[in-house]
C-alpha cells in the first residue's frame, strides 16, 4: 500500500512539473533557411519563403508564402491548439484538421480526402535557439507522395 501511495504522489508531481512547464509562442515573421532546410519533392522547388504566425493560445494563425520560379505561393489558415478536429471543404475537396501540444511542440495533423484516397500531411512545430529559429518538420504520405521535409526558419 506504503509503494503504491509513493507512486501517486510521484505521478501526481511529474504531472503538475509538466503541465507547469512554460510552453512556446510561435508568433513572429519568420524568413525560410533554404540552406538549413532539406526538401523533398516537389518543395524542393521552393526558392525562398516567408512564415507569419499570431499565436495567443488556443488561436493558432498561419500565413505563408513560398516562392517557386519567382512565382508566389500563398497559403494561410486558422485553427486552435486544443486538439479540436476541424472539417473543412475547399473547392469541393474535404479535410479534417487538428493541432495540439506534445511537450513544448505543436502537432498539426491534416487529412485531405482526394481522388485517389486520403493525403496526409503532418508538421511538427518547434521553437529553436532560445525562440530564434522555427523548425517545422513535415511528413507527407498516404495517397500522395510520401516525403519527409526539414522546413528551418529564422525570426526576421
Not at 508531481?13 to 526538401?39: C, I, N
Not at 525562398?48 to 493560445?57: A, C, E, L
Not at 505543436?106 to 522555427?134: A, C, H, K, Q, W
Request: positive net charge.
Amino acid at each position: 500500500m506504503r509503494t503504491v501511495l509513493l507512486l501517486l504522489c510521484a505521478l501526481i508531481s511529474a504531472s503538475v512539473f509538466v503541465s507547469g512547464r512554460q510552453r512556446p509562442d510561435f508568433s513572429g515573421e519568420w524568413t525560410l533557411d533554404r540552406l538549413t532546410s532539406s526538401l523533398q519533392g516537389e518543395m524542393s522547388a521552393v526558392e525562398s519563403g516567408t512564415v507569419r504566425i499570431q499565436h495567443r493560445d488556443p488561436s493558432f494563425a498561419f500565413t505563408r508564402t513560398f516562392v517557386i520560379k519567382t512565382q508566389p505561393i500563398d497559403t494561410s489558415f486558422e485553427i486552435q491548439t486544443d486538439g479540436r478536429e476541424l472539417a473543412n471543404v475547399n473547392r469541393g475537396i474535404a479535410s479534417k484538421s487538428r493541432m495540439e501540444w506534445q511537450g513544448s511542440s505543436l502537432l498539426l495533423t491534416v487529412l485531405i480526402e482526394g481522388p485517389r484516397g486520403t493525403v496526409s500531411n503532418v508538421v511538427r512545430y518547434e521553437m529553436l535557439d532560445g525562440g530564434r529559429t522555427l523548425r517545422a518538420v513535415e511528413d507527407v504520405g498516404g495517397a500522395a507522395p510520401s516525403h519527409h521535409n526539414v522546413w528551418m526558419f529564422s525570426r526576421r
